[in-house]
């Protein structure tokens, strides 16, 4: 699953957006703007509860797999 950024105008962010980037494998804090229809990471709340919604919610950890 993933988020798109998307502007009627065909715009940029106005802002930065700070978010988690893991694409190099490592975990670090990024500070970017995105074009309009580019992939966006998910927020700190998705980040959280997207897990939730894929995984059962009877199980204290999640075993999901893309």
Do not use: N
Request: glycine share 10%.
């Amino acid at each position: 699953m993933t988020e798109r950024w998307y502007s009627h105008r065909g715009s940029k962010t106005q802002a930065p957006i700070k978010f988690l980037d893991e694409r190099q494998g490592s975990r670090k804090e990024v500070i970017d703007k995105f074009k309009h229809g580019a992939t966006v990471p998910p927020c700190g709340a998705c980040e959280l509860i997207v897990p939730l919604l894929l995984c059962d919610g009877g199980k204290t950890s999640c075993e999901h797999k893309s």
